[in-house]
């Protein structure tokens, strides 16, 4: 794990926290974003996951060759000495959160503003939400935005998806 916590790994643990859930943050530590994995910089993935984060362990005759990946973690050019270099794919719209092999992505979350039109995880969430009045569209289906977060000093005063915050 990381000795350290990035922006990125302080942004998804609070917004975990807000959510009461840390699933998808944990999840997010095993994941690429095609830079390195998450827990190489944040330090949070260690002390608040539940959830085993093993450093690859080597195994068979040859030590120096052969490593033992933890899931969603590749080692692709056969060095013990540097690890499990890759994790899952990055996918336009969306983390990708479990991934067969570093080139296939078989679950994903959707970015904030995007949504999954085909159910195909290989080209990520593809299709740009529609645009809420003082919001920021966090979930939306078709041409309709479902769950949104008004702006700081607005609110969803009469309930109706269709204009926003007022």
Known sequence: CGTYNSEDCAESYAIAEQRGSTT????KCMSSDAISL????????????????ETPT???????????????????????????????????????LECPNPSNCSRMICADNFYDADGNESNGCEVLCPGV??????????????????????????????????
């Open 38 to 53: 998450l827990r190489d910089r944040c330090q949070l993935c260690c002390e608040k996951c539940s959830m085993s984060i």
């Open 133 to 166: 009045n003082n919001a920021v569209c966090k979930k939306c289906e078709q041409d309709l935005c479902t769950v949104f977060d008004c702006q700081s000093g607005f609110f969803d005063a009469d309930w109706n998806v269709q204009n926003g915050c007022e």
């Open 24 to 27: 998808e943050f944990c999840q």
């Open 58 to 96: 080597t195994v068979g005759v040859n030590a120096s060759r052969e490593i033992d990946c933890p899931p969603n973690s590749f080692n692709l050019d056969g060095d013990a000495a540097n690890g499990c270099e890759v994790g899952c794919p990055k996918v336009p719209g969306a983390n990708c």
